[in-house]
């Protein structure tokens, strides 16, 4: 079990950061904008009544501590979460489809409360590896020391778990090659 939380949390720390840089490229034309509003001598009066001297540095400097790389509340956790929460999601719709197709090839349901019922558990797996003791926060400041090879290593074994996740569900689907031969099984039927 720990090891699938150690690896666990070492795809959510990727996703964690991938979300930190596109957060950063979608707000450089923000700053850029910002750089001009706060030429304004009656906003830079503003801020330096504050005591702020550089309002763009500043307004920098708390985007990036209190909004991105907030480890227990930024963005960047929230969109990690959701981008980890669907490796499981998938694995598991891929198992449920496995289950599904060889037990019970002709059971017909409603596709919604499957789903419900999937990302309810693939949310309390990442609450019990993640986000339960904070062991997302004791990760990420544990991976962010770590340099060289392993990150390289990991980043492409992150990417690949996402894609091979998203093929497992497919494939096991009825529509992939899986999921048929499972239905075909049971032709007799």
Not at 48 to 60: A, C, D, F, R
Not at 65 to 77: A, I, Q, R, V
Request: net charge positive; hydrophobic share 45%; aromatic share 22%.
């Amino acid at each position: 079990m720990k090891q699938i939380e150690y690896f666990y949390n070492i795809i959510y720390y990727f996703f964690y950061r991938v979300s930190i840089k596109f957060a950063n490229f979608i707000a450089k034309p923000i700053f850029f904008i910002y750089k001009y509003i706060y030429k304004i001598p009656k906003i830079r009066q503003y801020y330096n009544n504050k005591g702020i001297n550089n309002p763009l540095k500043w307004h920098k400097q708390k985007f990036k501590n209190e909004l991105l790389e907030n480890s227990n509340l930024g963005y960047g956790t929230i969109m990690s979460a959701g981008f980890s929460i669907s490796i499981i999601f998938f694995i598991y719709m891929g198992i449920y489809h496995i289950f599904k197709y060889s037990l019970f090839p002709t059971f017909e349901e409603s596709h919604h409360m499957d789903f419900i019922i999937l990302a309810i558990l693939a949310f309390l797996t990442d609450v019990i590896l993640c986000q339960k003791d904070n062991k997302g926060e004791k990760y990420i400041k544990e991976f962010n020391k770590r340099k060289g090879w392993w990150r390289t290593k990991w980043k492409i074994i992150t990417i690949l778990s996402l894609f091979l996740s998203l093929w497992f569900c497919l494939s096991t689907s009825s529509i992939g090659s899986i999921g048929r031969f499972l239905i075909n099984l049971h032709s007799n039927i």
